[in-house]
């Protein structure tokens, strides 16, 4: 979500089966009914909120901004980032690195008690 830089509830999703994973998402109170839910796709059924708040808008302006290479140059600078990051918390000798930095997450914690 962030390295695609866009908001927070803003994600891609790929499913196999739209009508299914709709159902768990329903919420379809009387004064959001309408004559046309049969016909057209309603994306609020898509997620917990009812509103995209144009979403899928800011992902495609993203992409068609950034293109696919500038997407995946923006995700490798994070990464090399991060790498950077990981090597001065191991210079810290009050610091302690607790996971494989393979992406963009350093996790660290502080030695001892305080």
């Not at 994973?21 to 839910?37: A, C, E, K, R």
Request: proline share 2%; aromatic share 14%.
């Amino acid at each position: 979500n962030k390295w695609m830089l866009v908001s927070f509830d803003c994600s891609c999703m790929w499913v196999k089966d739209k009508h299914k994973f709709t159902q768990g998402m329903i919420v379809d109170p009387l004064y959001l009914q309408h004559s046309n839910s049969d016909t057209a796709i309603d994306y609020r059924h898509w997620g917990v909120p009812l509103s995209r708040r144009f979403r899928a808008l800011k992902l495609w302006f993203t992409i068609r901004s950034y293109g696919v290479s500038g997407l995946q140059d923006y995700i490798r600078n994070h990464c090399r980032l991060a790498k950077v990051f990981e090597s001065k918390v191991l210079k810290d000798s009050r610091f302690q690195v607790v996971n494989e930095v393979k992406v963009g997450l350093v996790c660290f914690k502080l030695k001892g008690s305080n």
